[in-house]
């Protein structure tokens, strides 16, 4: 799409402040569906990936608000940080999705195990999903306290069971983001500071892997995926005020499959 048939967020009121968010993982699935929810709300939306601005991507001000961030690699982070905070210009951030994942497979797309994962996988794996929120969020913790802002990390349902398709690092790693979620919602609800998470289940996105349709059938009490914008609207709901007295929550959004 081009920059200039590409749509524009709606304009606000010029009386009311525009709100801003950071989004990490906006490339595709949840990610893009956030950025699409949180923009066509009037939002400005600051995204950090690993890559580029993906051209096709359908918010005004894409390629102005897109920071290329390696969040694997810490000093990279540190400095996708620093960036942030200078285009924020001391304004207030009010919301903080902790988005991007890693979930390495073995040849042929096989699942790996706590047996045949290699450190290094396990510490890229840790770097992105585990590492990266926590410095992302205490990087920005005083443009969060300006605007008493909210942040929501993405977790998954193989964060308490295992999984036949999410590999173990990649599980064990959001458990310990949805232990993390708790401890800093007790330390940044201190300063007004709301931390929640969200823990998907089977969502129709371009990396479902084979076999998929057998667990909508057996152990999806709604028997459908779920999409992008459901997790999206409930990502939304917890950075405004409709969710003012949520914090420390994991909201499962997985059509009944965790009962």
Same mark, same amino acid.
């Given at each position: 799409?081009?920059?200039?048939?590409?749509?524009?967020?709606?304009?606000?009121?010029?009386?009311?402040?525009?709100?801003?968010?950071? +989004?990490?993982?906006?490339?595709?699935?949840?990610?893009?569906?956030? #950025?699409?929810?949180? /923009?066509? !709300? *009037?939002? @400005? %939306?600051?995204?950090?990936?690993?890559?580029?601005?993906?051209?096709?991507?359908?918010?005004?001000?894409?390629?102005?608000?897109?920071?290329?961030?390696?969040?694997?690699?810490?000093?990279?982070?540190?400095?996708?940080?620093?960036?942030?905070?200078?285009?924020?210009?001391?304004?207030?951030?009010?919301?903080?999705?902790?988005?991007?994942?890693?979930?390495?497979?073995?040849?042929?797309?096989?699942?790996?195990?706590?047996?045949?994962?290699?450190?290094?996988?396990?510490?890229?794996?840790?770097?992105?999903?585990?590492?990266?929120?926590?410095?992302?969020?205490?990087? +920005?913790?005083?443009?969060?306290?300006?605007?008493?802002?909210?942040? #929501?990390?993405?977790? /998954?349902? !193989? *964060?308490? @069971? %295992?999984?036949?398709?999410?590999?173990?690092?990649?599980?064990?790693?959001?458990?310990?983001?949805?232990?993390?979620?708790?401890?800093?919602?007790?330390?940044?609800?201190?300063?007004?500071?709301?931390?929640?998470?969200?823990?998907?289940?089977?969502?129709?996105?371009?990396?479902?892997?084979?076999?998929?349709?057998?667990?909508?059938?057996?152990?999806?009490?709604?028997?459908?995926?779920?999409?992008?914008?459901?997790?999206?609207?409930?990502?939304?709901?917890?950075?405004?005020?409709?969710?003012?007295?949520?914090?420390?929550?994991?909201?499962?959004?997985?059509?009944?499959?965790?009962?």
């Amino acid at each position: 799409m081009s920059p200039e048939t590409r749509p524009r967020p709606p304009q606000l009121d010029s009386n009311q402040p525009r709100r801003t968010m950071i +989004l990490t993982g906006a490339s595709r699935g949840i990610g893009h569906a956030t #950025v699409i929810r949180f /923009s066509s !709300a *009037g939002w @400005r %939306v600051i995204t950090c990936s690993r890559h580029p601005f993906p051209e096709q991507c359908p918010w005004g001000a894409g390629p102005e608000d897109h920071i290329q961030i390696d969040l694997a690699d810490r000093e990279d982070t540190l400095r996708g940080i620093d960036e942030i905070r200078e285009r924020l210009q001391g304004g207030p951030l009010h919301a903080l999705v902790n988005n991007a994942a890693i979930s390495p497979k073995a040849a042929g797309g096989a699942r790996l195990g706590s047996i045949d994962t290699e450190l290094d996988t396990w510490e890229q794996v840790f770097r992105v999903n585990f590492f990266a929120p926590i410095l992302m969020a205490r990087g +920005l913790i005083e443009e969060l306290k300006a605007a008493k802002g909210s942040v #929501v990390n993405v977790t /998954s349902i !193989a *964060g308490s @069971r %295992v999984h036949p398709f999410a590999g173990a690092a990649y599980a064990t790693s959001k458990a310990a983001l949805a232990a993390l979620t708790r401890e800093m919602a007790a330390d940044f609800g201190h300063v007004g500071v709301r931390v929640n998470s969200i823990a998907p289940g089977e969502i129709d996105t371009s990396i479902l892997s084979p076999g998929t349709e057998k667990i909508v059938e057996e152990q999806i009490p709604l028997r459908r995926l779920g999409t992008p914008d459901e997790v999206a609207k409930i990502i939304y709901v917890l950075c405004t005020e409709t969710s003012s007295y949520v914090n420390g929550a994991e909201i499962h959004i997985n059509g009944g499959q965790h009962v």
